[in-house]
């Protein structure tokens, strides 16, 4: 493709280049979360006063009157590098909205001390309001890109300079993963040979156009995803070329280093990415801990009633015993019963061998994934609670005893491990998960590839952050039940 060609191609598509539209979609969304993380804290103080037979103690609909604050929200948000919000780590999000509305809320509260000198509802209300605020600025978040998806509404436009394997996998990631917020709008490559487009995005085989096409449309992103370019020719296309772009950003070939925390130090000159092991530190294992007992004392008390009603349900809907346990692989490779509710009839195990042996195509899929799509052996509550994952609630215990974390790397079984190869051994170095990154991506759908892909992603990006996102997605994927069988 020309030039000239691609001319008409982008105008006839694209008329804004900046973030300021996406900006103004997550400032509107932001202001939605925090009056209703407002109006759910005066909610909960006004329940309050009525259990307590005082119909009077504070004015429900009166936090209506403190969107005055919201500028302050914004202002903190914006600091805290949420906005415009583009190609952030969901872990990254999930911190910045935490902090953020604790600096928030409490200059909420200390100017309210300071000018009333008394802590009353009113001020109780906003300390339930920041409780209540991360988790539904992260929902009004999401609504708004499914809204923004669903409107068709176009990305940011980047050029991707490189049309090999990178750089058209880069492409397929930007066009699948719309949150990101980047909308790939032209190629560039250096090789006469490729075809004119990819996935319907123009290729052009010039990598020296940068600032032509900066001054003709004013794209301001350039992403260079061509690990395989000799050192000279890389420098010499980014001092001539993607310089150009007002923002750029490398795509290194580090497949085998997925860190989002990864940081760039200066050895006297010398630029080098660092990295650590965070699942390797004292304190941040005391706190993954802490946090794995808060969560199930305080989450078991609340549904432990919902539980006794399963283990009910197994009991007469067919003979066995309501708990069925099995060997998993613990934190350094340490053996370990991990508890299910019991899904399947009874002689499971026996019945298995059976079905392997005759039906070849079951043995295949079984061999492949060490699971069955559509298994005989699943009672009709055990089909519910598998999609719904409630039949793994009971290794609530395995985390109680200390063999498992409530977030982690999928729990495996013996015979499993081989499937990770050279990764057997980094997986065993921490504590499986109830649920974790690979469980809310996809569960069953996904293959032993992507599995551990997200299981290694998980190791080193690991932060608080990340495990509260994980278990904020794990409600909708139990609700949707997609992946599951």
């Given at each position: 493709?020309?030039?000239?060609?691609?001319?008409?191609?982008?105008?006839?598509?694209?008329?804004?280049?900046?973030?300021?539209?996406?900006?103004?979609?997550?400032?509107?969304?932001?202001?939605?979360a925090v009056m209703a993380s407002f109006g759910a804290g005066f909610l909960v103080v006004k329940l309050y006063y009525?259990?307590?037979?005082?119909?009077?103690?504070?004015?429900?609909?009166?936090?209506?009157?403190?969107?005055?604050?919201?500028?302050?929200?914004?202002?903190?948000?914006?600091?805290?590098?949420?906005?415009p919000g583009i190609s952030q780590a969901p872990a990254e999000e999930t911190r910045g909205f935490t902090i953020a509305s604790i600096l928030a809320h409490n200059g909420i509260l200390i100017s309210r001390y300071i000018q009333y000198e008394v802590i009353d509802s009113v001020f109780i209300a906003f300390i339930f309001s920041f409780f209540f605020s991360s988790t539904i600025l992260m929902i009004c978040r999401d609504i708004m890109h499914i809204i923004r998806s669903k409107a068709k509404v176009r990305g940011i436009p980047a050029v991707i300079y490189g049309a090999g394997d990178m750089g058209r996998l880069l492409v397929d990631r930007l066009l699948i993963a719309k949150k990101i917020g980047y909308e790939p709008v032209l190629i560039l490559d250096d090789n006469a040979e490729q075809e004119d487009y990819y996935r319907n995005i123009p290729i052009i085989s010039d990598t020296k156009i940068g600032p032509e096409l900066v001054k003709r449309y004013n794209i301001k992103m350039a992403m260079v995803a061509m690990p395989n370019l000799e050192q000279t020719e890389m420098a010499a296309m980014i001092k001539n070329s993607v310089y150009a772009f007002r923002y750029n950003v490398l795509i290194p070939d580090f497949f085998n280093i997925s860190n989002i925390w990864m940081s760039v130090r200066d050895f006297d000159g010398m630029l080098g990415f660092a990295t650590s092991h965070r699942l390797k530190m004292f304190w941040n294992l005391a706190i993954k801990r802490f946090l794995d007992l808060l969560m199930i004392i305080v989450g078991g008390l609340i549904v432990s009633p919902f539980l006794l009603l399963i283990a009910l349900f197994i009991k007469i809907s067919s003979p066995g015993p309501v708990l069925y346990s099995h060997k998993r692989l613990g934190l350094n490779g340490k053996h370990f019963n991990a508890y299910k509710f019991r899904t399947m009839v009874k002689d499971a195990d026996k019945k298995l061998k059976e079905l392997l042996e005759s039906d070849p195509e079951v043995k295949k899929e079984w061999e492949e994934s060490y699971k069955i799509k559509n298994d005989p052996r699943v009672t009709k509550i055990g089909k519910f609670l598998r999609k719904t994952s409630l039949d793994e609630f009971p290794q609530l215990l395995n985390i109680l005893k200390g063999e498992m974390s409530l977030v982690g790397p999928r729990p495996v079984i013996p015979e499993e491990i081989e499937m990770y190869r050279e990764n057997a051994m980094r997986i065993l170095t921490v504590k499986p998960g109830l649920t974790g990154l690979w469980q809310v991506s996809g569960r069953s759908d996904t293959d032993y590839g992507e599995r551990i892909s997200y299981?290694?992603?998980?190791?080193?990006?690991?932060?608080?952050?990340?495990?509260?996102?994980?278990?904020?997605?794990?409600?909708?994927?139990?609700?949707?039940?997609?992946?599951?069988?």
């Amino acid at each position: 493709m020309t030039l000239d060609q691609f001319d008409v191609w982008y105008k006839a598509r694209y008329r804004r280049t900046s973030s300021a539209f996406t900006a103004t979609m997550m400032i509107i969304s932001d202001f939605i979360a925090v009056m209703a993380s407002f109006g759910a804290g005066f909610l909960v103080v006004k329940l309050y006063y009525i259990m307590m037979d005082d119909w009077g103690g504070i004015d429900f609909k009166s936090f209506f009157t403190y969107w005055p604050y919201l500028p302050f929200f914004t202002l903190t948000f914006f600091i805290m590098g949420l906005y415009p919000g583009i190609s952030q780590a969901p872990a990254e999000e999930t911190r910045g909205f935490t902090i953020a509305s604790i600096l928030a809320h409490n200059g909420i509260l200390i100017s309210r001390y300071i000018q009333y000198e008394v802590i009353d509802s009113v001020f109780i209300a906003f300390i339930f309001s920041f409780f209540f605020s991360s988790t539904i600025l992260m929902i009004c978040r999401d609504i708004m890109h499914i809204i923004r998806s669903k409107a068709k509404v176009r990305g940011i436009p980047a050029v991707i300079y490189g049309a090999g394997d990178m750089g058209r996998l880069l492409v397929d990631r930007l066009l699948i993963a719309k949150k990101i917020g980047y909308e790939p709008v032209l190629i560039l490559d250096d090789n006469a040979e490729q075809e004119d487009y990819y996935r319907n995005i123009p290729i052009i085989s010039d990598t020296k156009i940068g600032p032509e096409l900066v001054k003709r449309y004013n794209i301001k992103m350039a992403m260079v995803a061509m690990p395989n370019l000799e050192q000279t020719e890389m420098a010499a296309m980014i001092k001539n070329s993607v310089y150009a772009f007002r923002y750029n950003v490398l795509i290194p070939d580090f497949f085998n280093i997925s860190n989002i925390w990864m940081s760039v130090r200066d050895f006297d000159g010398m630029l080098g990415f660092a990295t650590s092991h965070r699942l390797k530190m004292f304190w941040n294992l005391a706190i993954k801990r802490f946090l794995d007992l808060l969560m199930i004392i305080v989450g078991g008390l609340i549904v432990s009633p919902f539980l006794l009603l399963i283990a009910l349900f197994i009991k007469i809907s067919s003979p066995g015993p309501v708990l069925y346990s099995h060997k998993r692989l613990g934190l350094n490779g340490k053996h370990f019963n991990a508890y299910k509710f019991r899904t399947m009839v009874k002689d499971a195990d026996k019945k298995l061998k059976e079905l392997l042996e005759s039906d070849p195509e079951v043995k295949k899929e079984w061999e492949e994934s060490y699971k069955i799509k559509n298994d005989p052996r699943v009672t009709k509550i055990g089909k519910f609670l598998r999609k719904t994952s409630l039949d793994e609630f009971p290794q609530l215990l395995n985390i109680l005893k200390g063999e498992m974390s409530l977030v982690g790397p999928r729990p495996v079984i013996p015979e499993e491990i081989e499937m990770y190869r050279e990764n057997a051994m980094r997986i065993l170095t921490v504590k499986p998960g109830l649920t974790g990154l690979w469980q809310v991506s996809g569960r069953s759908d996904t293959d032993y590839g992507e599995r551990i892909s997200y299981d290694l992603y998980y190791l080193q990006s690991w932060s608080v952050w990340l495990d509260l996102w994980i278990i904020y997605r794990t409600p909708r994927v139990i609700f949707w039940g997609k992946g599951a069988y």
